[in-house]
């Protein structure tokens, strides 16, 4: 207890030292980034996980104590992310706002599509509607941040007050601004998805597995980021444990390919497949056909990859520089317009693309196209597409 005025006003109630508030503070904020990940969006946003009421409703409330965040409009503006990522309309594509805005003013982007009332009704549908959410979570959103900043003074003085200013940033910086900017930035890539989205670190567990982002928008309703073997989310590792006592139903995870050998034609299994993995389709052609070919291009030219093709536009090559200046994306076109044989693979991806891509409900109109790009590979002439269709055809879903 404090010995005088002067002493609570330093250490508060419990005068703790620097070194105990760093360990509060590093507590809290996980649970914060716990949240978020597993609540507000594995849960709400994608449906890949559902918990126990009283864990739901926790969650609830600390996103309310600590980021006044209000269920429904972040769920609408994550889900709005993914219907338009990229474009003008995705309330932060670091590719038309910039990383810098998106890095350091995240949270203002997100204040600005909270204002978007058209787009919260379409996408933020099934979330908590309850008495308790529309009257104090809803209606009195800030109210929450302040009872913490206010528990914060009387339990730990002036320390806690610092402490409840960075839990105010955790949050904007490091979901707004990493997740939201380095993650459509900076990083790797398991697959060549139609976004820039980016694994920033193959461990994900400080930001809650939200570091494995790539991952993420190839599958969004997958309940478990890594996928990977190398790879480890904790926000998964925390769901495997609500589940174990019942606290926790997975409802998606990422499905897993099966590789039939020996399939004549492709068929409904291979469509099925596609149809879950086409991501996954896109990324072999780029790994088993593309990249091939352009060191068969270098070998053949005497230099080195690097030298015939800068690594910027080998890596525009996969989303046919739509990321590069008019300028680079010129050059590139140029670069394959003078390879006829990289130029056939290009456009045999193209089509490929398009028949995966289409919105077409009829399966059947889908497998007679697949069926003929296969066909048309297989008598291109070129080994890497006859070894590729022959892969494709063989494309199954595991059991699951």
């Given at each position: ?226 996928l990977r073997k190398w790879e480890f989310d904790i926000g998964w590792a925390a769901i495997k444990l609500f589940a174990s006592v019942r606290l926790a139903k997975v ?115 889908k497998l007679k196209r697949l069926q003929a790009w296969c066909a048309e590979a297989e008598a291109s002439g070129v080994r890497a597409l006859q070894e590729y269709s ?11």
């Open positions: 207890m404090p010995a005088s005025f002067l002493d609570f006003l330093a250490g508060g109630l419990f005068q703790f030292g620097w070194l105990a508030m760093l360990l509060y503070l590093l507590v809290v904020t996980q649970v914060t980034i716990f949240t978020v990940t597993l609540y507000l969006h594995r849960s709400q946003a994608h449906r890949g996980v559902d918990f126990h009421p009283l864990v739901a409703h926790f969650f609830r409330f600390w996103s309310w104590l600590t980021t006044s965040m209000i269920t429904r409009e972040w769920a609408a503006i994550h889900r709005k992310h993914h219907a338009k990522c990229e474009t003008e309309e995705d309330p932060h594509s670091p590719m038309h706002k910039g990383i810098h805005n998106v890095m350091w003013k995240g949270a203002d982007m997100y204040r600005e599509a909270r204002l978007d009332r058209a787009s919260i009704e379409q996408y933020g549908k099934g979330c908590p509607d309850d008495w308790i959410e529309r009257n104090l979570y809803t209606r009195h959103a800030t109210l929450g941040v302040v009872l913490l900043l206010v528990a914060s003074f009387v339990l730990f003085g002036a320390k806690g007050v610092a402490v409840w200013a960075i839990q105010m940033a955790w949050i904007p910086f490091w979901a707004a601004g990493v997740i939201n900017g380095l993650g459509h930035w900076w990083g790797y890539r398991n697959f060549e998805t139609t976004d820039t989205a980016t694994n920033l670190s193959p461990w994900g567990v400080w930001v809650g597995g939200e570091e494995l982002h790539n991952n993420h928008h190839a599958f969004p309703s997958s309940a478990k980021f890594a409802l998606r995870v990422a499905p897993s390919l099966n590789l039939r050998p020996n399939i004549k034609v492709p068929d409904a299994e291979t469509v099925k497949a596609l149809l879950a993995c086409r991501f996954q389709a896109m990324t072999d052609y780029q790994r088993n056909v593309l990249k091939p070919a352009l060191r068969e291009e270098a070998a053949a030219a005497g230099a080195k990859l690097r030298a015939l093709l800068p690594r910027k536009l080998r890596k525009g090559m996969v989303d046919d520089g739509r990321w590069l200046s008019p300028e680079s994306r010129e050059q590139l076109q140029r670069w394959i317009a003078e390879r006829p044989r990289i130029n056939t693979l290009i456009e045999y991806r193209a089509r490929l693309a398009e028949v995966l891509e289409s919105r077409s409900h009829d399966a059947s109109e022959a892969r494709l055809k063989g494309y199954a879903l595991q059991p699951a």
